[in-house]
């Protein structure tokens, strides 16, 4: 499993960003993918998924902000990120859900009040 996240950056408060991940080595178009998040001093948490149908779930401090979505054909997974918040500032992820035990390096983003 390869794994390469990219687009985060630094943003103000209420600014957006959108995150890419290509996968490979992933059964893509038939597993739920998600999108993971590690503050720092905190656990890596789940926040997107998406599965084969196109069906998506959030945890409420991201619901109505973020957005995932995928296209199989090139086996890349988006996070849409609007609204963005200072405690929204972490290394984004990417991977299957269940996770993988192979990581993506992450992509950066920082929030400024």
């Known amino acids: 499993v390869h794994l390469v996240e990219s687009g985060g950056g630094l943003v103000q408060a209420g600014g957006s960003l959108r995150l890419s991940c290509v996968a490979s080595?992933?059964?893509?178009?038939?597993?739920?993918m998600g999108w993971y998040r590690q503050a720092p001093g905190k656990q890596r948490e789940l926040i997107a998924t998406?599965?084969?149908?196109?069906?998506?779930t959030y945890p409420d401090s991201v619901k109505g902000r973020f957005t995932i979505s995928k296209d199989n054909a090139k086996n890349t997974v988006y996070l849409q990120m609007n609204s963005l918040k200072p405690e929204d500032t972490a290394v984004y992820y990417c991977?299957?859900?269940?996770?993988?035990?192979?990581w993506g390096q992450g992509t950066q983003v920082t929030v400024s009040s």
């Open positions: 991977n299957s859900y269940p996770p993988d035990d192979a």
């Open positions: 080595g992933i059964i893509f178009r038939i597993n739920i």
């Open positions: 998406v599965n084969s149908g196109g069906s998506t």
